[in-house]
């Protein structure tokens, strides 16, 4: 069969687009490839399960937008489908007087992106939400909520298959080339021949997008985020969700305190670089990918940077002490012996050669290919919104051939 589209990448973003594509254009023939046996097996299964509110996120961005749009979109898609989610709010905590400028700054910016119920509140209203929070004074972001992205993701799948849509597992992407009116796609089972392709990688994105856009300057790095699980008898130390003010000299959120939709109490993640692009495991490493992110100019500039606050996070994700030292920051009751070791994820971070972790979503389109480059948190949250986008340009593309 010769596919209209071949979207690479089944994730939570490429299900999202493939699932919207036939319902936008039915009849079309669209297949999925994903190198797993399953769907969702990555960054769309291993993350916090958290419904984002778009707080964080510069004012106007395409992370704004998204995050907002597809908040509600995906709250609408729950309920039509019947997947469990929970909008339970989530406190982001000051603890230090040095926090409170960068508190209201965040406040701020949720305001400009039309965030509603937004409230700056005192230690002790903190404290009637969670009582064993530490804190001077906090947001309260009722917008945010958790879900289980595993399971929207493959409701996504579901209703792809059920509209006429393929998905092609265990298809693992390595060339890609194009023909005078045709591009074909060769992979480890066959060759795939579609007229036009999207690519939705994650932690390849940059690796499958440099064989259609070789111009690409964008280079994915790996960070690994580890969590710890609060045993079942301290799980009632904390209600919803606990996140500190961020560190503004690191673009990462800093440990929080996650519940997930099945009531487990998590903390995490840190975020310290992999070893390999799925690198799940302190002791997992591929030479080839590590010796390719070190000699990245990008990531040597990024190094410099951030190198005291990154071997911060090594020697954390070392010492369960130093771990529950920063749980401690919020939760000041919290002990060594309160926590298991939990799961682990890899987030896929976009990198310049400049040495700077891309905050947006980058999508670039190129003669008969869409490329999603980078398409960080929160983009489960947003996948809705960011497949409207990617089909918009897609669209494009086919109107113009």
Wanted: include cysteine; charged fraction near 25%.
């Amino acid at each position: 069969m010769i596919y209209d589209v071949a979207i690479i990448g089944g994730g939570i973003v490429g299900l999202s687009t493939a699932f919207q594509l036939l319902e936008n254009r039915p009849g079309l023939k669209v297949c999925v490839l994903e190198k797993e046996s399953e769907v969702a097996q990555h960054q769309s299964k291993r993350n916090s399960g958290v419904m984002h509110s778009g707080i964080y996120y510069k004012p106007g961005s395409l992370r704004a937008r998204n995050c907002r749009e597809g908040h509600s979109q995906l709250i609408e898609f729950c309920i039509s489908h019947e997947i469990p989610y929970d909008i339970c709010g989530k406190l982001i905590v000051a603890t230090t007087e040095n926090e409170l400028s960068t508190l209201q700054t965040i406040y701020d910016k949720g305001l400009q992106n039309g965030l509603v119920g937004l409230k700056v509140i005192s230690a002790e209203e903190a404290r009637e939400i969670e009582p064993h929070v530490y804190c001077l004074k906090a947001i309260n972001v009722p917008m945010a909520g958790i879900v289980e992205y595993e399971r929207v993701a493959k409701k996504y799948a579901e209703l792809f298959i059920r509209d006429g849509g393929t998905v092609l597992l265990n298809h693992r992407v390595s060339q890609i080339i194009k023909n005078l009116k045709s591009i074909t796609i060769h992979t480890n089972q066959n060759e795939v021949t579609s007229r036009f392709v999207i690519t939705c990688a994650g932690l390849y994105a940059d690796k499958i997008a440099a064989q259609n856009m070789p111009e690409i300057p964008y280079k994915i790095i790996p960070f690994r985020g580890e969590y710890y699980d609060l045993k079942k008898e301290k799980e009632y130390l904390v209600n919803h969700l606990i996140y500190p003010v961020p560190d503004a000299s690191f673009p990462f959120l800093g440990v929080h305190f996650t519940r997930s939709i099945t009531g487990r109490i998590e903390a995490g993640p840190d975020a310290v670089l992999a070893f390999m692009r799925e690198g799940y495991a302190k002791n997992q490493i591929n030479a080839k990918e590590l010796t390719e992110i070190l000699a990245f100019s990008g990531f040597q500039k990024l190094a410099r940077k951030y190198w005291r606050t990154g071997l911060a996070e090594m020697r954390r994700s070392y010492s369960k002490k130093l771990f529950v030292k920063a749980m401690q920051k919020l939760i000041p009751e919290v002990t060594i012996d309160d926590v298991v070791p939990g799961r682990s994820g890899v987030r896929a971070m976009a990198c310049d050669p400049q040495g700077n972790l891309i905050d947006d979503f980058l999508i670039y389109s190129s003669d008969r290919v869409v490329n999603v480059i980078s398409a960080p948190s929160p983009a489960a949250t947003a996948s809705l919104a960011i497949g409207k986008e990617v089909i918009r340009q897609a669209t494009q593309l086919i109107d113009e051939h």
